[in-house]
C-alpha cells in the first residue's frame, strides 16, 4: 500500500507541483520558431482583399515593390515538396515602408502571426516545415 501511495506521487502530485512552480517564476520555455511573433495578431484582410480559402492553406504576405527576393523565396517554398501546395504566396495591395523589410507568415485561419526578414527565406521554410510536419496530403 505504501508502495502504491509513493508512485502516486511520483506520477501525479509531483509533476503538478513542478507545473505550479514554474508557472509561477514566468517560466514559458525557449521558442524554436526563427520568425518574430507579431503581438497583437492582424487579420491578413488587412493587408489585401483576397478572400479566404476553405482549404487548410498557409499564406506568406511578400512584398513585392522590390521584387530582387522573389525568386529566392519561390526556391526556398520549393524545398516543401509535395507541401508547397499547402502554402499560397500573396502580394499586399498597400505596406508601408518598415512593413516592405520583412515576409509575413498566416495561419489557416488567415491571422498574421510571424514575420522574416526579407533576406531570409530559408527560416521562414524552416518555420514552415515544422508546421506542416504532422499534415498529410
Excluded at 501511495?5 to 509531483?14: S, T
Excluded at 499586399?92 to 518598415?98: G, M
Excluded at 522574416?116 to 527560416?123: K, S, T
Amino acid at each position: 500500500m505504501h508502495t502504491t501511495l509513493k508512485q502516486l506521487w511520483m506520477v501525479f502530485v509531483i509533476p503538478i507541483m513542478i507545473g505550479i512552480g514554474l508557472a509561477a517564476s514566468g517560466y514559458i520555455g525557449t521558442p524554436r520558431n526563427k520568425g518574430i511573433w507579431i503581438n497583437p495578431q492582424v487579420p491578413l484582410s488587412y493587408y489585401t482583399t483576397t478572400q479566404p480559402n476553405s482549404n487548410y492553406q498557409w499564406t506568406v504576405l511578400y512584398p513585392c515593390q522590390s521584387c530582387e527576393q522573389s525568386n529566392a523565396l519561390r526556391n526556398a517554398i520549393s524545398t516543401l515538396g509535395v507541401k508547397q501546395s499547402l502554402v499560397k504566396i500573396l502580394i499586399p495591395e498597400a505596406l508601408n515602408e518598415t512593413d516592405e523589410q520583412y515576409f509575413y507568415l498566416a495561419d489557416p485561419h488567415q491571422m498574421l502571426i510571424l514575420k522574416y526578414p526579407i533576406h531570409d527565406p530559408l527560416a521562414l521554410v524552416s518555420d514552415l516545415k515544422r508546421l506542416l510536419k504532422s499534415v498529410s496530403q
